[in-house]
Structures are given as structure tokens and as C-alpha cells.
């Protein structure tokens, strides 16, 4: 089966820039959760969406960071305005009964 | 709410020798365990999960680790290092939450450094 998909691979922005992050879910996984892993750290769970609603966004920063999943498929990740600190790999994953697959990730880095 | 705690940060280690990799866990549920591996600029790799079936699980390329609820802990083992190892492992618990769904909760790491 194809795995979870994730674009762009790569992204350079200035601060106060905006940008979007594309994740494509395997097919018929339920649940999908976007990641930020900052340089030395373990992977921290941004949102959960179940279909195409949310379950956790607890660690969101709302004031800059959106995600919305349309139909229950794709989904994307926003930030606007970017920070420095927002530097990091941002990985997509989706999951179906305790089978967790993980996308090879966005890397931003913001100067 | 659930938590993991890997207790090293860095594991240094000559090839050919065991692997120890110590991680300890919190969950108000029982919780699905699991190992990943990433290697430098690559993604994550699951080597192995515990999903309460046999407490001794045993991943790829010679990994195993045993769940041990009594210490609340999911160590990671290899009888042999090899030089392909060298990366960095992440211990990670899968648990109920309160909004009724499941999440990853990780580690924050361990790198593994094998010396010739």
C-alpha cells in the first residue's frame, strides 16, 4: 500500500511569512496527526483528527498555527505568521486500529 | 494522561557489543508500546511494538524489548551492535485519552553511538 504522503519536502521562509503543509493519509485510515520535531527532540503532537474532525489540538498554537481536513482525507497544516522558533520537521502520520504509519516530513526552517 | 521517559540521552557502545536502551513509561490505561528509529535526515522506522500479547517483543534486525508492567518499563536490547544502528530511538506509548481516541506520546530520545 502507499504511504503517507507529505509535500514539500523542504522550506525556506522568512519570519512573519506565511506557509502550508500538505499531508495525504493512507487510504482508509481514520485518524490522522501532524507533529513537530525540533532539532534534538522527540517528535510533539500538534493535532488529531478523526475523519474530519478534531479530537486534540491541546499543544496548537491557535493564535498562528491552523489545520483543517477536509472530507476526511487530505489535510493541511498553516502557519501565519512564522516564527523563528517554528523551525523544525513537521511530520504527518495516520493510523487505523493501533497500526501507526508516519510520513517522511516537512523540514522548515525559518530565517 | 500518559507519559514516556527514556533515561539516557546519548548510549555510546563498541560494535559487537549488547545494547541497552532504558525507557519507562506512565498511562492511565494500558497502553501499546513502541520502539522507532530514525536515522540522520530520515523518517521515522518502526522497529517494534507491544500491543498486549507476549511481553518479550522481538523488531527488526535483531531488536527485542520486554514490557514489564510491574516497573512500568519497555527496554530496548541487541545481543550485538553493529555500525548501522548508530541513529537515534525513540521510546513511545499509545494510550486512551480522555477524548476517547488513542495518540503517540514520545520519548525525547536516545542517540546511539557505535564505536569501531
Known amino acids: 500500500e502507499a504511504g503517507v504522503a507529505q509535500s514539500p519536502r523542504y522550506k525556506i521562509i522568512e519570519k512573519r511569512q506565511s506557509v502550508a503543509f500538505w499531508c495525504n493519509p493512507i487510504s482508509g485510515h481514520a485518524t490522522l496527526y501532524w507533529y513537530q520535531q525540533i532539532l534534538g527532540q522527540g517528535p510533539k503532537l500538534l493535532i488529531q483528527f478523526q475523519n474530519n474532525g478534531v479530537v486534540d489540538d491541546s499543544q496548537l498554537p491557535k493564535d498562528r498555527f491552523s489545520a483543517e481536513r477536509l472530507k476526511g482525507v487530505d489535510s493541511t497544516l498553516k502557519i501565519q505568521p512564522a516564527k523563528l522558533e517554528d523551525s523544525a520537521v513537521y511530520l504527518c502520520?495516520?493510523?487505523?486500529?493501533?497500526?501507526?504509519?508516519f510520513g517522511s516530513g516537512t523540514r522548515l526552517t525559518v530565517v | 494522561a500518559q507519559s514516556v521517559t527514556q533515561l539516557d540521552s546519548h548510549v555510546s557502545v563498541s560494535e559487537g557489543t549488547p545494547v541497552l536502551l532504558r525507557c519507562n513509561y506512565s498511562s492511565s490505561y494500558s497502553p501499546s508500546l513502541f520502539w522507532y528509529v530514525q536515522h540522520p535526515n530520515k523518517g521515522l522506522q518502526l522497529l517494534l511494538k507491544y500491543t498486549s500479547a507476549a511481553t518479550l517483543v522481538k523488531g527488526i534486525n535483531g531488536f527485542e524489548a520486554e514490557f514489564k508492567k510491574s516497573e512500568t518499563s519497555f527496554h530496548l536490547t541487541k545481543p550485538s551492535a553493529h555500525m548501522s544502528d548508530a541513529a537515534e530511538y525513540f521510546c513511545v506509548v499509545s494510550a486512551l485519552m480522555n477524548s476517547g481516541y488513542s495518540t503517540l506520546t514520545f520519548g525525547k530520545g536516545t542517540m546511539l553511538l557505535v564505536s569501531p
Open positions: 502520520a495516520s493510523s487505523w486500529d493501533r497500526g501507526y504509519t
